[in-house]
């Protein structure tokens, strides 16, 4: 990871065990900078810092402080007051309107999979109904020890075995129990062809456009995704 690349990790993450700042510093056993915790640098890993909307939707809204509780977010949303309301209505991939029918279905799916589709659990996506990652964090924070789930850069050998190419993306997602223990891990990658590949039928157009204007957090998605429907597979339960 770039030198710029970590000082504006410190914006945007933390550390994942403590929650505490990040910070740049330059390691002069490997002559490198590194990006580490500012409390303590025997911590792994980081973790973004989630929206208001975003802890809300995974179940920690008692960390926002202040009159509401989560109890209480969670029913304005489910009653659409609002900006509260985070319940997907259209295709994501297409934004065309959810129908009536389609959207009871999905509510229905959501709820049968214990999640809260007011919550933004649940999507459309070409048609096909998804888990979205804050359902996933939302079933992962219902547990009595949750799991601690953290994110980094892949290091140059995880880069090698991936065969990254320079201007390509690469993270991995690591969930820990209570111990510690790494007890599975998610991979994300965003390549250089998918974030400058240009639409066919608009080539003035990029192909992913959310992709090409943010590549760094979509590898990092793709990563928590991947590692939260290994820890907690819903799908299993459809």
Partial sequence: MKYEEMRAMEQTHVCAVCEGSLVTVWDPDLSIHALVCGKDRSHQ?????????????????????????????????????????????DDLA???????PQ???????GVNLGLKPWLGHVCIYFGKP????DGYY???????????ISTRPMN???????????????????????????????????????????SKRDPEQFRA????????????????WQLLRKLIPLEEQE
């Fill in 45 to 89: 890993g980081y973790q973004r810092i989630p929206s208001v909307s975003q802890l809300v939707a995974r179940g920690q809204g008692y960390k926002l402080g202040g009159p509401h509780t989560q109890e209480s977010l969670e029913d304005l949303a489910k009653r659409g007051v609002g900006k509260v309301s985070l319940m997907v209505v």
């Fill in 94 to 100: 297409t934004n065309k309107p959810l129908e009536a």
């Fill in 130 to 133: 998804y888990i979205s990652i």
């Fill in 103 to 109: 959207l009871t279905s999905l509510i229905t799916w």
């Fill in 156 to 198: 140059d050998q995880e880069r090698k075995d991936y065969k990254l190419g320079e201007d390509d993306h690469g993270y991995i997602a690591e969930g820990r129990d209570r111990d510690g223990v790494v007890v599975a891990n998610g991979t994300g990658i965003a390549t250089k062809d998918e974030i400058e590949g240009k």
């Fill in 138 to 148: 939302y079933k992962n924070n219902e547990r009595e020890r949750p799991f601690a």
């Fill in 209 to 224: 456009p959310v992709v090409h204007g943010h590549p760094q957090r979509m590898a990092e998605k793709r990563a928590e």
